[in-house]
């Protein structure tokens, strides 16, 4: 069975610092994963994905995320948190070998403080 | 740039009514999902469409929801009846067909459900 956990809940950070959104997974055989953000009232907007290739996968809007293997897991970072990155962020897990539902985290609420 | 169409946008329905809501994938998408969003939840698949076929329906509660992709193009999902615990966002999204390594899955704007 496939899921994700998302370890915070709510992650606070000031403009101009790192952010980091925590993210493990459980799978049966090797996933595909994703992060996903929504900002209010609006829709999912996919900002990078992992599916097998390199274990760094730089996304959008400066965001990037390590898969480790070792850890399950596949956290999310930025260097330099920016106001417009307030949004709630989700982790998803898809594996192609078991039918290839898409599971969504619980999601992690980022708020930048100016 | 293609898109997930979605409609409508927003719904207010009497407890006991029965409500309807529509999804048109991205053309050649093979793959529907339709999922339920609680404010503050993440998304909760309720049914995934491969073509036509219901591939996972295991979380689609039965008795009062349906779902169907008659021609696997568009799809629509049904409650009947509504009750106040239904009110969510629900939302649809399309993959393209089956493939070794996975695609994105491609969201369209959601339906915002508010059952009264």
């Known amino acids: 069975a496939q899921s994700v956990t998302q370890l915070d809940s709510h992650v606070s950070v000031s403009e101009g610092t790192p952010v980091l959104l925590r993210c493990n997974y459980s799978?049966?055989?090797?996933?595909?994963l994703f992060w996903y953000v929504q900002h209010p009232n609006k829709g999912l907007q996919l900002l990078l994905k992992?599916?097998?290739?390199?274990?760094l996968v730089k996304g959008i809007n400066g965001f990037e995320a390590e898969f480790k293997k070792s850890e399950t897991s596949f956290h999310l970072t930025k260097p330099s948190a920016h106001m417009s990155d307030a949004a709630e962020y989700f982790c998803?897990?898809?594996?192609?070998?078991?039918?290839?539902?898409?599971?969504f985290g619980t999601g992690t609420s980022l708020t930048v403080i100016p | 740039e293609a898109e997930v169409a979605q409609s409508p946008r927003y719904k207010i329905t009497e407890k006991s009514q029965a409500v309807a809501f529509w999804c048109d994938p991205i053309?050649?998408?093979?793959?529907l999902y339709w999922y339920r969003q609680i404010l503050g939840q993440g998304p909760e698949l309720l049914v995934q469409?491969?073509?036509?076929?219901?591939?996972?329906d295991s979380q689609l509660p039965k008795d009062r929801f349906s779902a169907e992709r008659l021609k696997g193009v568009d799809s629509t999902l049904k409650i009947q009846p509504a009750e106040l615990g239904d009110s969510a966002m629900y939302l649809c999204?399309?993959?393209?067909?089956?493939?070794?390594?996975?695609?994105?899955?491609?969201f369209g704007q959601g339906t915002r459900l508010t059952v009264v």
């Open positions: 999204a399309s993959r393209p067909a089956w493939v070794l390594l996975s695609t994105e899955a491609f």
């Open positions: 799978s049966s055989y090797s996933p595909s």
């Open positions: 992992y599916t097998s290739a390199a274990t």
């Open positions: 998803v897990v898809s594996d192609p070998y078991t039918g290839n539902q898409f599971y």
């Open positions: 053309s050649g998408h093979a793959t």
């Open positions: 469409f491969q073509d036509e076929s219901v591939v996972d």
